[in-house]
């Protein structure tokens, strides 16, 4: 079947492991829009710009094998599987790539992405890490949050000031001052967690849950 609007019907053509279905449309760029079954059976909708340019080859499948493999290969040749920055790096992985995960939402489903160095290599990543300050007590944190983990936007923190940087950072207005909650548990000497478990109960006041002593653990 041909189509109309000036682009190519790709209908019935494979790139890599997925098989063109049908037109469905166009994005807001008004590239055309593909249905493609992937080998694994899964659906997805992609641009004929991505699939002719090879950007995208599966329905994700394939970056998940050679994660896979990949993984296996680190464990077997470098060893360090059970170091925490091994976790790191395979956390990082997990949530830009699979979207199983509880936080792919907020991470692969958004673009999210590894350099290819990274991604294919382990000791490459353990290698940047040791040579830009990485600690057991810090993590991994990116710049920019909407950009992708990549040694220019990438740097190692603590925790809390992790918390500073997140995309969904609340502002907090407080007797005429305006803070992150991560700068309010400092200011009023409170855990961050405490602090943030309290605003996000609605039987809180915001007078309750900045000036309540937080309750004593029973013994």
Not at 63 to 83: A, C, L, M, Q
Not at 183 to 199: F, T, V
Request: hydrophobic letters at 25%; a positive charge; charged letters at 30%.
């Amino acid at each position: 079947m041909s189509h109309s609007n000036n682009f190519k019907d790709i209908t019935g053509q494979k790139f890599g492991r997925l098989m063109v279905i049908r037109h469905v449309g166009r994005d807001k760029n008004n590239y055309a829009l593909w249905e493609c079954k992937c080998d694994c059976g899964n659906v997805i909708v992609t641009t004929g710009h991505n699939l002719r340019g090879g950007n995208t080859k599966s329905c994700g499948c394939s970056s998940r094998d050679r994660i896979r493999e990949w993984n296996y290969t680190v464990k077997r040749k470098h060893g360090g599987r059970d170091t925490k920055l091994f976790h790191i790096w395979s956390g990082m992985k997990t949530r830009c790539y699979n979207p199983h995960a509880i936080n792919y939402k907020d991470y692969g489903a958004k673009g999210v992405t590894i350099c290819d160095e990274w991604l294919t290599d382990f000791a490459k990543f353990r290698d940047w890490a040791m040579s830009n300050g990485y600690s057991h007590e810090l993590t991994i944190d990116r710049i920019d949050y909407n950009g992708n983990y990549e040694p220019n936007n990438c740097r190692w923190c603590t925790t809390k000031e992790q918390n500073r940087n997140r995309r969904s950072n609340k502002m907090i207005t407080y007797k005429g001052e305006t803070h992150c909650i991560a700068d309010w548990a400092d200011i009023i000497g409170m855990k961050y967690s405490i602090l943030q478990r309290r605003l996000n109960n609605p039987h809180y006041t915001l007078e309750r849950a900045f000036t309540e002593p937080p309750r004593k653990r029973r013994a």
